[in-house]
């Protein structure tokens, strides 16, 4: 797979539209392609190219650098154990064993059937919840070994489709600026005024 | 009167005064209605009834410091802007993800329209014409919550052209990253923005405020520290004040993690609410779980030195803090009760500076592997006593000279104030030392325990060794 499709190129552009420079909106649009195929396809990374104008090997730079790009295929969910320091002092260790041999795979790895991928992840913000892990980026806290078996059930049964979408998809809600009410981007080497309330005058 | 809210995980409210968390006890905090019906957007219209300036001083007045770690005085760097140099941009720092911190993303979920708001006053002040708000990649809650909290503000007019009918225009764009932890570094924040790997770029000369975004004056703030604005704005500089110490006024949110009866989130009064307070107080976390004892603290998130219980009546206040060795970095305290392992605890840490690593400066991207590697072999009992001697070594590469430490009365050792020097651009490197110095310091006995004790073959033993007789 894949070159955006016709749909993911007008969002792209509205995005891009958003940033001074183009190349900005790089990351966001990576994510769209995640989202669109699961991973970042390399396809997918020449297209973004050539709606940022950039080359290539300028993308996958910046999509090399990021952890939460794949550039190969996933398990339709991502399951991020946190394994930082309060996680571990509550007992994470436990549980990513527990996972490992549930799932009868080592983290970095991805089930025979495609459904699960098992990553150690970092620090969550959600060090008072700890142990926790994120599913597709969603949370769960408090762990127990047997939450995570429940968890997986779950997920297997595909009970957890409605909250938890398949892999690439983040937020489900996109930024939208209506044209009437948006500023607007300028190019910084098109403004050399000052803002037009910085007058020493209240602005109401 | 404590309670916490199944819709706020994490968080504990308390009879305390509450600048950025008054909305958390509403399951709907989060909405736009909710917002409006709670004093929301007043802050804003207060603003703007001023000229910009004068809301520029209020927020000097009130000195609202940064909560992002470093500390900075949010109405003293607005000034540090170069005069006449347009257009100049705010990014907004919400990528929350060093080791124990927990409050941003709480602010982002539970309360964006306050965080937006907060966004529209400092542009408004500091003359700002463009808002980046910039949020972790792995915060798909967060970026929902204030990419929905933003679409309403622009349909109601509080975001983008003509805010509230007036001249004041910004449009505020939501971004989000994908997953680095350095990025939350102002400049490697910036860098990210621009579309390019995350790597801090090298401070001095530029400061962001001068050289920033797209080589323009930015502002980069801290998520809590603009939600401290609207209050502000509404209530005024003498009641944010009157409130936590002169150096340290208003309130910051801490969180508190490990092992406590109660973990949580808490909204403290700055500059006198004591770590014995956090950690034992009934308001608070009421104590180490199971009665145990207390073995130390992390005081400021994985980055700041450890404190051991001699340490536990400092109040939450810098000029106390750095002297007694450490810092309060992004107000994340982790607790370790007697039963911890330290070295593994250490090295939970340093294994993720480590891995964070942007691999730009050699003493970290080494450094940081070469400590991960040494403490590794300590924690799995294959490392012998010369490995502790190398764990200072490698670390005196990073950090060269003293590396600041808390006082010991039973180890009669006494404090070693912060900062430290250090070799690298950025505080990565010398993070990943942090832990291991001060767990070797303050518990050496265990890492001791722990690795064999290489045997020297005596000289007169390699001189009889001809004879075949080595003794
Ligand atoms: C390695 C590193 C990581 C950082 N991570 C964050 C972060 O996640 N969030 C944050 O607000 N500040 C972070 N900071 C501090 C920022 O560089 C910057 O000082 C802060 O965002 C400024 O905002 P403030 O003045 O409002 O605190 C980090 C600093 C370093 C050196
Ligand atoms: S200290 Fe480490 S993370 Fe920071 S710039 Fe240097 S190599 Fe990168
Ligand atoms: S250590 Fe696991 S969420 Fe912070």
């Given amino acids: 797979m894949s070159r955006l499709t016709d749909a993911n190129i007008a969002i792209a552009y509205e995005i891009i539209g958003r940033y001074p ?3 900005s909106a790089l990351i966001p649009i990576l994510h769209l392609a995640q989202e669109q195929d699961g991973y970042v396809a390399e396809d997918a990374m020449k297209h973004i190219a050539e709606l940022v104008g950039v080359t290539p090997a300028e993308v996958f730079g910046t999509a090399s650098f990021y952890e939460m790009f794949k550039f190969e295929p996933v398990g339709k969910y991502l399951l991020n ?3 930082t320091m309060s996680c571990a002092l509550m007992g994470a260790e436990e549980l990513m064993h527990h996972a490992e041999k549930r799932l009868g795979i080592k983290a970095g790895s991805t089930t025979p059937d495609g459904l699960i991928t098992l990553e150690h992840a970092e620090c969550q913000a959600a060090c008072t919840e700890a142990p926790c892990l994120q599913v597709n980026y969603r949370y769960r806290f408090k762990m127990t070994p047997a939450d995570l078996d429940t968890l997986i059930d779950d997920l297997a049964a595909g009970k957890l489709s409605d909250e938890i979408p398949s892999h690439g998809v983040l937020a489900t809600v996109r930024q939208r600026i209506p044209a009437e009410r948006g500023v607007g981007a300028v190019a910084p080497e098109k403004v050399n005024e000052s803002p037009e309330w910085l007058d020493g005058k209240s602005a109401l | 009167m404590t309670s916490t809210y199944a819709h706020a995980p994490g968080f504990v409210a308390g009879d305390r005064p509450k600048i950025v968390t008054s909305r958390f006890e509403f399951s709907d905090s989060y909405t736009i209605e909710r917002y409006l019906a709670t004093n929301g957007y007043a802050g804003l219209r207060a603003a703007l009834a001023q000229p910009a300036g004068s809301v520029h001083d209020e927020v000097k007045n009130a000195t609202v410091l940064g909560r992002g770690g470093a500390g900075f005085p949010a109405g003293t760097k607005w000034g540090l802007t170069p005069q006449e140099v347009w257009p100049r941009y705010l990014v907004v720092n919400g990528d929350e993800s060093e080791p124990g911190t927990y409050k941003d993303r709480l602010l982002m979920e539970r309360d964006p329209h306050q965080l937006i708001e907060g966004c529209l006053i400092a542009c408004y002040a500091a003359g700002l014409s463009r808002c980046f708000l910039y949020i972790r990649g792995e915060m798909a809650l967060a970026q929902e919550r204030v990419a929905t ?8 007019g509080y975001v983008g052209k003509n805010i509230l009918g007036s001249k004041f225009s910004v449009d505020i764009v939501l ?3 994908a997953g680095a932890y350095v990025v939350g570094e102002e400049t490697a924040l910036i860098e990210s923005l621009e579309g390019n790997r995350g790597m801090p770029r090298l401070k001095p000369p530029f400061f962001p405020a001068a050289n920033g975004l797209y080589g323009q004056p930015t502002i980069v703030n ?3 520290t603009l939600a401290n604005l609207p209050w502000l704005l509404c209530n005024g500089s003498e009641a944010y004040t009157a409130i936590g110490t002169k150096t340290s006024p208003g309130t910051r949110m801490v969180a508190v993690s490990g092992h406590v009866k109660r973990p949580g989130v808490f909204e403290i009064i700055n500059g006198v609410t004591t770590f014995r307070d956090l950690l034992y107080g009934e308001e608070f976390c009421g104590g180490i779980r199971n009665d145990n004892q207390l073995k130390a603290f992390v005081p400021g998130g994985g980055s700041a030195p450890w404190f051991t219980p001699d340490q536990l009546d400092l ?20 607790v370790m009760d007697h039963t911890t392992d330290i070295p593994a605890a250490a090295l939970t840490l340093t294994r993720f500076y480590a891995h964070e690593s942007c691999g730009k400066c050699t003493p970290c991207r080494e450094g940081g592997t070469w ?6 072999r300590v924690v799995e009992g294959t490392g012998t006593d010369a490995d502790l001697d190398q764990l200072i070594e490698v670390g005196s590469s990073i950090c060269p000279g003293d590396f600041p430490h808390a006082s010991n009365a ?3 050792l006494s404090a070693v104030p912060f900062p430290y020097k250090m070799t690298t651009i950025c505080f990565v490197g010398p993070s990943a030392y942090a832990p291991v110095h001060s767990a070797l310091t303050l518990f050496r006995s265990e890492f001791e325990a722990r690795v064999t004790t290489r045997k020297r073959i005596p000289v007169t033993a390699v001189a009889n060794s001809t004879t075949g007789h080595a003794s």
Wanted: with cysteine; glycine share 14%.
């Fill in chain 2, 222 to 224: 801290n998520v809590e």
């Fill in chain 1, 81 to 83: 154990i946190c394994g």
């Fill in chain 2, 149 to 156: 909290a933003l679409n309403e503000a622009y349909a109601a």
């Fill in chain 2, 175 to 177: 971004h989000w990253g």
């Fill in chain 1, 21 to 23: 420079r183009p190349k």
């Fill in chain 2, 315 to 334: 109040p939450f206040e810098a000029s106390q803090v750095g002297p007694a060795g450490s810092m309060l970095g992004s107000g994340a305290i982790m």
């Fill in chain 2, 371 to 376: 400590l991960e590697r040494i403490l590794t």
């Fill in chain 2, 410 to 412: 039973d180890l009669g």
